[in-house]
C-alpha cells in the first residue's frame, strides 16, 4: 500500500513559522488527493487543509490566511506552510492522503494516515 511519513513539527513562539512535510512512498499508486488533520488532547481530529493532485485547495476558517498546503506530484509530498502560528494551532498533524494502487493488475483504492507530527505553539 502506501505509506505516509511526516517531518517538520516542533516548538514555536506565537507568531512564529513552521512548514510541515508529508512524503507518500509505495509502489504502483497515484493519489488523488493530501491533506493535513489534527487532534489536541480532549478534542476530536479536525480538518485543517487539503489539497486534490490537480490543486483544489480546502482550508478550515481558523487557518485561512495564515496556513497554506501545496502538493509536488512529482515527489509525492505535500507541504504545509503555517504561518502566524497562534497557541491554539498547537496538536498533533496527521498527515492524509487517498488515490489507487496497483495489485494484480487492478486499481484499488487506498486511505493511509502519517504517524503524525507535534506542533507546539507557546504564548
Known amino acids: 500500500q502506501v505509506q505516509l511519513v511526516e517531518s517538520g513539527g516542533g516548538l514555536v513562539q506565537a507568531g512564529g513559522s513552521l512548514r510541515l512535510s508529508c512524503a507518500a512512498s509505495?509502489?504502483?499508486?497515484?493519489?488523488?488527493?493530501m491533506g493535513w488533520y489534527r487532534q489536541a488532547p480532549g478534542n476530536q481530529r479536525e480538518l485543517v487543509a487539503a489539497?486534490?493532485?490537480?490543486?483544489?485547495?480546502n482550508y478550515s476558517d481558523s487557518v485561512k490566511g495564515r496556513f497554506t498546503i501545496s502538493l509536488d506530484n512529482a515527489k509525492n509530498t505535500v507541504y504545509l506552510q503555517m504561518n502566524s502560528l497562534k497557541p491554539e494551532d498547537t496538536a498533533n498533524y496527521l498527515c492524509n492522503s487517498n488515490g489507487q494502487y496497483l495489485i494484480y493488475h487492478i486499481w484499488k483504492d487506498f486511505a493511509s494516515w502519517g504517524q503524525g507530527t507535534q506542533v507546539t505553539v507557546s504564548s
Open positions: 509505495g509502489s504502483g499508486f497515484r493519489i488523488n488527493a
Open positions: 489539497i486534490t493532485s490537480r490543486g483544489s485547495t
